[in-house]
C-alpha cells in the first residue's frame, strides 16, 4: 500500500489524512479489494521548519555624479539665470539653486535644470529642451535654460505611483505619474487627460509639467534634486 498525504484535508497540528492506493486504486475506508476488507485511522503528522527572517531586497546604490561648487550670492536675482554667480552645480549635470536667503525658506525658491521629453505612442522619445524648473511653496514654475542636458540613463532604484487629476487653463484629466528614482513621467489616463497633452504640444506642455511636478514635490514626497529628467507620454503607457 502506498500512503500520501492529502493537503487539502488538514487537520490540527500539523496532521493530514491519507490517501491510499493498493496496485494503483484508491482505498477508502471500508473498501473490499481481493478477499481483504480495507480500514484506516492513520494519519501523518509534518513537521514545519520555522520560517526564516525575511530580508528585504537591496536596492542598486544609484552612482554618484561629479561637479563643483561655487558660492551662493548675497542677494539673488529674481531671474533663472544659470551664471556661476547665483548656482550651486551638484551632481554633474544638475544645477541646483537654493533660495535660501532674503527670509525666504528653501522650499520657496529652489531651482534645478533638468531636461524634458515627450513619448509618442509609437514609444519614440523627442526632446522638447532643457529648463530650469523653480520649485515653490504653492507652485512650480519652469523656463527655458541656455544648458543641453542629456536623456538620463541612471538605473531605476526606486517606484512610486500617483493618480491624480491635474488642471491647466486647457482643461481637466486623470493623469498617473511615476517616478523611478531617476525618471519623472506623466501618462494621460483619460481621453480628457490624452486631449490636454495634444492641446499642450504647442507649447511644449509646459503648464501640465508645472502642474505635475507640483504634486510630485507636495504628495510624493520628492525634491527637484531627485529627477534626472521628466517625461510625458502621448498613450496610455
Known amino acids: 500500500m502506498t500512503p500520501s498525504y492529502r493537503p487539502d484535508g488538514v487537520l490540527t497540528d500539523g496532521h493530514y489524512g491519507v490517501i491510499t492506493t493498493i496496485d494503483g486504486k484508491t482505498i477508502t475506508d471500508g473498501n473490499v479489494y481481493d478477499n481483504y476488507r480495507y480500514h484506516y485511522d492513520g494519519d501523518v503528522m ?3 521548519p520555522n520560517k526564516p527572517d525575511f530580508e528585504p531586497p537591496v536596492n542598486p546604490p544609484v552612482t ?3 561637479g563643483t561648487v561655487t558660492p ?5 536675482t529674481n531671474s533663472f539665470s544659470n551664471t556661476p554667480e547665483n548656482t550651486t552645480e551638484t551632481t ?3 544645477t541646483v539653486w537654493d533660495g535660501d ?3 525666504d525658506r528653501p522650499e520657496d525658491k529652489r531651482v534645478v535644470t533638468l531636461p524634458f521629453f515627450k513619448v509618442l505612442e509609437d514609444k519614440t522619445t523627442h526632446r522638447y529642451g532643457t529648463y530650469d524648473v523653480a520649485k515653490r ?3 512650480v514654475k519652469i523656463g527655458p535654460s541656455a544648458q543641453v542636458l542629456p536623456e538620463p540613463n541612471q538605473p531605476a532604484t526606486q517606484y512610486r505611483e500617483l493618480t491624480t487629476e491635474l488642471t491647466t ?3 481637466m484629466g486623470e493623469f498617473t505619474l511615476k517616478y523611478n528614482g531617476s525618471r519623472f513621467t506623466i501618462l494621460p489616463d483619460d481621453d480628457a487627460a490624452m486631449k490636454l497633452i495634444v492641446v499642450g504640444d504647442e507649447t511644449k506642455n509646459c503648464a501640465l509639467f508645472e502642474k505635475a511636478l507640483h504634486v510630485a514635490f507636495t504628495q510624493m ?3 527637484v534634486a531627485d529627477i534626472d529628467g521628466v517625461y510625458i507620454h502621448f498613450g496610455k503607457d
Open 46 to 48: 509534518l513537521s514545519m
Open 64 to 66: 554618484p555624479g561629479t
Open 72 to 76: 551662493l550670492p548675497e542677494q539673488p
Open 92 to 94: 554633474g549635470h544638475k
Open 101 to 103: 536667503r532674503g527670509g
Open 137 to 139: 511653496t504653492t507652485e
Open 169 to 171: 487653463d486647457k482643461g
Open 221 to 223: 514626497g520628492l525634491e
